[in-house]
């Protein structure tokens, strides 16, 4: 499964500007508001909300993976943000996040759900592939990093 299947170069933000969670999590819903069909980035936030009460999706290394299911969601949606300061997240080893993936998934995907997050964790392990996301300049250079490394497994 690509990560490039779902993910579009305007879905990616190169510098966030939020300071907190709620902030961050509203700041990646806006490009998906579209293509989620939800009315609004803050009705996707309150979706993340949700399942972040469950466990955190900051999942440390300076990665965070917030994930949720959308009612009437036809296919999976991704966007990608970058922090260079570094957010709040909860994460679990406690350091802020500097790599965000934003994945909204159908309602009824559990197995693919899986399956898409793995893929997602399989590259941000890649100490590299963190390092070279983390000096790009530009969110097209953001897109084509993601885009290279998702080729090549």
Do not use: C, W
């Amino acid at each position: 499964m690509k990560i490039m299947t779902f993910v579009t170069e305007d879905r990616v933000i190169s510098d966030l500007h939020g300071a907190d969670k709620l902030s961050v999590l509203r700041e990646l819903s806006r490009p998906l508001v579209k293509a989620s069909g939800l009315a609004s980035a803050e009705e996707l936030a309150q979706v993340l909300l949700e399942r972040e009460k469950i466990e955190s999706t900051g999942i440390g290394d300076g990665i965070a993976i917030p994930h949720g299911r959308v009612r009437g969601l036809k296919d999976f949606v991704l966007s990608f943000a970058r922090s260079t300061k570094g957010i709040d997240f909860d994460s679990i080893d406690h350091k802020p996040a500097h790599l965000f993936f934003l994945i909204l998934a159908p309602e009824n995907s559990a197995t693919v759900n899986l399956e898409l997050l793995s893929r997602v964790v399989t590259l941000l392990r890649d100490h590299s592939f963190r390092k070279r996301l983390m000096e790009a300049r530009s969110p097209k250079e953001l897109f084509q990093i993601i885009a290279e490394e998702d080729e090549k497994y």
